[in-house]
């Protein structure tokens, strides 16, 4: 594919954080996604570092969306899942292309959703569309205002619907929110919205 397909635009990349309970979180959002999303998804979830993850097997099994742990230096693909590896970031750069990075934890955490997210405010700027899920802590915070300072889409799952309510909080908190929302309903209003700035 060509870089320009990958240029800033409306809609042009979904970046998903979950921690704590994100596992079901992303089996519900995931696989209510069909196997037609025409935007890359890029997912930062809270895993043991000292661990091979089995976490791209769980999700395929539940999402018509191929699922694949993040390579350094492939390109971001439509319609794919990429997910952070344990212990290491996920940026995305221009044309799509994935840095993975085992730099210092940013709030005791690698991958950090901070990270992913400013990298998809960078490259995306109003094309982007980030999604924070349950979780504890504040990972996704500052990268949730980063997109939402870009133009980009900004989505919190409802506090009181998440097992843990620490992260999404922490995102309403910076103001940068666009809409907070049950888990049940983001993947639809997701979908629909990425048509929707795709048609103009």
């Known amino acids: 594919m060509s870089a320009d397909q990958y240029s800033t635009g409306p809609a042009s990349v979904v970046a998903v954080a979950s921690s704590?309970?994100?596992?079901?979180?992303?089996?519900?959002?995931?696989?209510?996604?069909?196997?037609?999303?025409?935007?890359?998804?890029?997912?930062?979830?809270?895993?043991?570092?000292?661990?091979?993850?089995?976490?791209?097997?769980?999700?395929?099994?539940?999402?018509?969306?191929?699922v694949k742990l993040a390579e350094d230096g492939e390109r971001a693909v439509p319609g794919t899942v990429h997910l952070a590896p344990p212990d290491r970031h996920l940026l995305v750069g221009p044309g799509g292309v994935l840095t993975l990075t085992a730099t210092e934890a940013v709030h005791f955490v690698r991958p950090s959703a901070d990270l992913l997210f400013r990298s998809v405010a960078d490259t995306y700027g109003p094309g982007g569309i980030a999604c924070v899920l349950t979780g504890t802590g504040v990972d996704g915070a500052a990268g949730a205002e980063a997109v939402g300072g870009r133009g980009g889409t900004v989505i919190a799952q409802d506090p009181r619907s998440a097992d843990f309510p620490g992260m999404p909080q922490a995102a309403v908190d910076t103001g940068a929110v666009g809409f907070v929302l049950p888990l049940e309903q983001i993947a639809e209003f997701v979908r629909d919205l990425v048509e929707a700035k795709r048609q103009g």
């Open 20 to 66: 704590a309970g994100g596992v079901q979180g992303l089996i519900a959002l995931l696989g209510a996604w069909g196997p037609e999303l025409p935007v890359p998804v890029l997912v930062v979830q809270h895993l043991d570092p000292h661990h091979r993850t089995v976490l791209a097997d769980v999700l395929s099994r539940r999402t018509e969306l191929p």
